[in-house]
Each structure stands twice: as structure tokens, then as C-alpha cells.
């Protein structure tokens, strides 16, 4: 008797509880999937802010090394100026693919007269901009960027 009243107990999970089961773990896992979808778009963002920002760094290394007589011919211009930087392009492997990002470097070199109330110090504003274009449907159109603005004397 006591036997097939342990058998009666342990007959296993009935349809409901299965259901309810699989709901609770997918409450619990969708919300993990989204995050862990969430850091490789940080991630793949965050790679190409970081090559845009090295390479505006170099280009603004490379102004401050030219001092105030040659920083000129850095200058980009695309309607025939000294210098025209060619696009620079990353490619790397992503999900089985490979994904490139090009890269627009500027250079933009303005007069700054007196820039010191009452000085006769000239010099020259020197703004290197690297532009990149994002791939994805909700920011199609806009390109990001990485600036940085320095003075250069013409004493220096």
C-alpha cells in the first residue's frame, strides 16, 4: 500500500507547470540577450570613436610639428589646396564578416591677428576634424566626428 501511494505522488510535471516554467526562464533570459546586444554596439561604437580620435590626434601632432610658417600646406582643401587627405579605411571581422569604416580626415588653418588684446603677436587657429560614417537605419545620414583645436604663434 505504501508503495503505490508513493507512485501516485510522483507522476512527474502536468502540461501548466511546463508552460509556466518556460515563461519564467524566458522573462529572465530576454532581458540578459538585449544587455548582452547592448555591449557589442558599445563596443563596435566605442572601437571607431577611438581610431577617429587617434588619428585627429595625429594630424594636430603633426600641425603643432609644422609650427606657424608650414602648418599651412597640412591644410586641406578640396577645391584644389595644398594638401587633400585621402580617406583612411578600417576593416575588421564581425559575425563572419568583414565591416570597414572609412575615415575623412580635415584640416582647417585660419588667421588669428592679435590674439592678445593690444599684441602684435600673430598666429593661426589650426582645427583637425576626423568624420566617419555610421552604418545603421536610425542614424543614416549623419556622420560623427572627432575635433580638436589648437593655437600655434608665430613665434613658435
Request: with cysteine.
Amino acid at each position: 500500500m505504501t508503495f503505490s501511494h508513493r507512485n501516485r505522488r510522483s507522476r512527474g510535471h502536468n502540461l501548466l507547470e511546463m508552460i509556466f516554467a518556460t515563461m519564467i526562464f524566458a522573462t529572465a533570459i530576454i532581458p540578459m540577450a538585449l544587455v548582452f546586444q547592448y555591449i557589442a554596439t558599445s563596443t563596435s561604437k566605442a572601437r571607431t570613436k577611438l581610431v577617429g580620435q587617434y588619428l585627429a590626434k595625429g594630424l594636430i601632432e603633426n600641425c603643432i610639428a609644422a609650427k606657424y610658417y608650414n602648418v599651412v600646406e597640412l591644410e586641406s582643401d578640396t577645391h584644389g589646396g595644398p594638401m587633400v587627405y585621402n580617406p583612411v579605411d578600417l576593416t575588421f571581422r564581425k559575425d563572419g564578416g568583414v565591416v570597414t569604416h572609412t575615415f575623412y580626415p580635415e584640416v582647417d588653418v585660419e588667421p588669428a591677428l592679435g590674439a592678445w588684446v593690444g599684441s602684435s603677436i600673430n598666429g593661426r587657429v589650426v582645427r583637425v576634424r576626423v568624420s566617419w560614417e555610421v552604418k545603421n537605419r536610425r542614424t543614416a545620414g549623419t556622420m560623427p566626428f572627432c575635433e580638436y583645436t589648437t593655437y600655434i604663434g608665430e613665434n613658435s
